[in-house]
């Protein structure tokens, strides 16, 4: 299949529906995977917008790969539009999370290196009684400006960090960084 006068192939269907599937499944581990994940500032800004063309690219796509069907038969263009605007969307939202979320925290992973940074203990969860996660603090970076973790985030600790901790005292947050985004993977008493 061509793309009108161009000559340029257009993917079919179902690889547009493959490659929709594979970001969900994607954005879906790296949701799962890495919680604790904070993109730098530069690309929770530029995500959204970055969002917005992956979306209408992709909407383009499905719209050639529409065309030859569209011009056999008679459709309903209510229909169609209901359908373009729910790939776009999709397209969309999926573009934003792997953008802002799933690419940068997969990068870390593989790419990132292990460092400390001084942080604050913005609340101390009490104690639970999960066996998952029995105590929690709620944590961020002590310079939330320029840190890693520059919002409150809620992490299971050990026993011993949690009886030590009290509101508004110093931890030291436990991170695997990039140039892309931080990952908060523990945190442990001030040094």
Sequence with gaps: MTDGGSGRPVPAGRVLVGVLVAAAVWVGW?????????????????APVIALLLGG?????????????????EFDRGGKALFMGFAMVSATVL????????????????AGSPRAEPGV???RVPDTGDADCRFRL????????????PRPFDECVDEDVWKQAMDGGAVSLRLVASALGAELVGVAPAR
Excluded: Y
């Excluded at 690219?57 to 038969?73: P, Q």
């Excluded at 709620?138 to 973790?149: I, M, N, P, R």
């Design 121 to 123: 203990v913005s609340h």
């Design 95 to 110: 573009g934003w999370l792997l953008v802002s979320q799933a690419l940068p925290s997969t990068w870390t992973a593989l």
């Design 30 to 46: 790296g949701l799962v995977r890495h919680p604790g994940f904070q993109p730098v500032s530069w690309l929770r800004v530029s």
């Design 138 to 149: 709620v944590v961020a970076s002590a310079d939330a400006a320029a840190g890693a973790v």
């Design 57 to 73: 690219g992709f909407t383009r796509l499905v719209a050639s790969s529409r065309a030859d069907a569209d011009a056999e038969r």
